[in-house]
C-alpha cells in the first residue's frame, strides 16, 4: 500500500510540475553494488565489488518539452575492493587493471533516456563512458529505475565489454594454462536515496 501511495505522488508531481524543468537528486548508498562476470577457457568466474559509500550523486532532469525523464551522473568504485573469492585471481585482476597507477574505475551515465514506463518501474536507455587504466569507452546501455518507496530506488542495468576496448590484456595463471576471455560483463545495482528536488 505504501508503495503504491508514494508511487502515486510521483505521478501527482509529474502532473503538477508538467512545465517545469526538475532536478531530482539521488545519493549513491554504501549498499551499492557492481558485479563482473567472465569466462575462462577451463571455467567461469565472478567479481564482486561492495561500492564504499561517499560523493557520488546521481541526477535525474525532467524536460518539459520532451516530458520525460534523463539520468546523468557518475559513480567511482575502487578497484582494490573487488573480490574473486581466489587470492591470486585476485592480484592478477587487479594487476590486469593497474590499479597502483588507476585505483578507480569510473561509470559516468551521460543520457540515459525514459523509454518506457510501468508501474514503480521507469525503463531508460543510453550511454554511459566507462573509464579504467586511464582509458575511456561509450556503450550504449538498457538500464530501469526501480522506485521502492517515497525515498529509496535502485538503478540497474548490465554491460558486456572487452579488456581489449581500454588497451588491456586479459589476465593469465599457471604459464598460460589458464586464459580469461577477453569478453566480461559487468552488471550493477546502485542503491539510491532522495537527497533533494529543485524546479526551474
Same mark, same amino acid.
Given at each position: 500500500?505504501?508503495?503504491?501511495?508514494?508511487?502515486?505522488?510521483?505521478?501527482?508531481?509529474?502532473?503538477?510540475?508538467?512545465?517545469?524543468?526538475?532536478?531530482?537528486?539521488?545519493?549513491?548508498?554504501?549498499?551499492?553494488?557492481?558485479?563482473?562476470?567472465?569466462?575462462?577457457?577451463?571455467?567461469?568466474?565472478?567479481?564482486?565489488?561492495?561500492?564504499?559509500?561517499g560523493s557520488d550523486m546521481?541526477?535525474?532532469?525532467?524536460?518539459?518539452?520532451?516530458?520525460?525523464?534523463?539520468?546523468?551522473?557518475?559513480?567511482?568504485?575502487?578497484?582494490?575492493?573487488?573480490?574473486?573469492?581466489?587470492?591470486?585471481?585476485?592480484?592478477?585482476?587487479?594487476?590486469?587493471?593497474?590499479?597502483?597507477?588507476?585505483?578507480?574505475?569510473?561509470?559516468?551515465?551521460? +543520457?540515459?533516456k525514459e523509454v518506457q514506463?510501468?508501474? +514503480?518501474?521507469?525503463?531508460?536507455?543510453?550511454?554511459?563512458?566507462?573509464?579504467?587504466?586511464?582509458? *575511456?569507452h561509450k556503450y550504449f546501455? *538498457?538500464?530501469?529505475?526501480?522506485?521502492?518507496?517515497?525515498?529509496?530506488?535502485?538503478?540497474?542495468?548490465?554491460?558486456?565489454?572487452?579488456?581489449?576496448?581500454?588497451?588491456?590484456?586479459?589476465?593469465?595463471?599457471?604459464?598460460?594454462?589458464?586464459?580469461? +576471455?577477453?569478453?566480461?560483463?559487468?552488471?550493477?545495482?546502485?542503491?539510491?536515496?532522495?537527497? *533533494?528536488?529543485?524546479?526551474?
Amino acid at each position: 500500500m505504501r508503495l503504491f501511495v508514494s508511487f502515486s505522488l510521483i505521478i501527482l508531481s509529474l502532473t503538477v510540475f508538467a512545465n517545469k524543468e526538475i532536478t531530482r537528486f539521488w545519493h549513491v548508498t554504501g549498499a551499492s553494488s557492481l558485479q563482473i562476470n567472465g569466462t575462462t577457457n577451463v571455467n567461469t568466474f565472478q567479481c564482486g565489488s561492495a561500492y564504499e559509500s561517499g560523493s557520488d550523486m546521481i541526477r535525474e532532469l525532467w524536460d518539459p518539452y520532451s516530458e520525460k525523464w534523463e539520468i546523468h551522473g557518475s559513480v567511482f568504485i575502487e578497484v582494490e575492493t573487488f573480490d574473486c573469492r581466489n587470492r591470486i585471481m585476485n592480484n592478477d585482476f587487479r594487476n590486469t587493471l593497474k590499479h597502483d597507477k588507476y585505483p578507480e574505475i569510473q561509470i559516468e551515465f551521460l +543520457n540515459l533516456k525514459e523509454v518506457q514506463l510501468h508501474e +514503480n518501474t521507469r525503463k531508460a536507455q543510453g550511454y554511459v563512458k566507462i573509464t579504467l587504466a586511464g582509458k *575511456s569507452h561509450k556503450y550504449f546501455i *538498457s538500464s530501469e529505475l526501480e522506485f521502492l518507496d517515497d525515498q529509496y530506488s535502485i538503478l540497474r542495468g548490465e554491460q558486456v565489454f572487452r579488456f581489449s576496448d581500454f588497451g588491456l590484456e586479459p589476465p593469465q595463471k599457471g604459464f598460460g594454462l589458464v586464459k580469461v +576471455n577477453d569478453e566480461i560483463e559487468v552488471s550493477f545495482d546502485l542503491i539510491l536515496e532522495q537527497t *533533494s528536488l529543485t524546479e526551474n
